[in-house]
């Protein structure tokens, strides 16, 4: 899986290719949104006001709204354990 982070005018945007499935990045994302996950820092996600999932399996993107870095993102992905599971 490839996961390329991109600074937008409202926030980040991940692009996931490769060997990705949708319903993958569906669960990070409730993980995240339910507060079980601890891949990023509470002061992170209190910065973001909106996820969401669009795509499909081989090519999945992440829109985050909110004032977040691209680098606290990318710290977050490189925890997560969802991901990890490939």
Do not use: R, W
Request: hydrophobic letters at 35%; aromatic letters at 2%.
């Amino acid at each position: 899986m490839n996961k390329n982070v991109f600074k937008t005018n409202n926030g980040v945007k991940i692009n996931f290719t490769g060997v990705v499935q949708k319903q993958q990045i569906v669960k990070m994302v409730e993980n995240c949104a339910t507060g079980q996950c601890e891949c990023m820092s509470d002061a992170t996600k209190k910065k973001i006001s909106n996820m969401q999932v669009e795509g499909k399996d081989g090519n999945v993107e992440l829109q985050l709204t909110g004032d977040v870095a691209k680098e606290e993102i990318e710290k977050a992905l490189a925890k997560s354990k969802v991901l990890k599971k490939d």
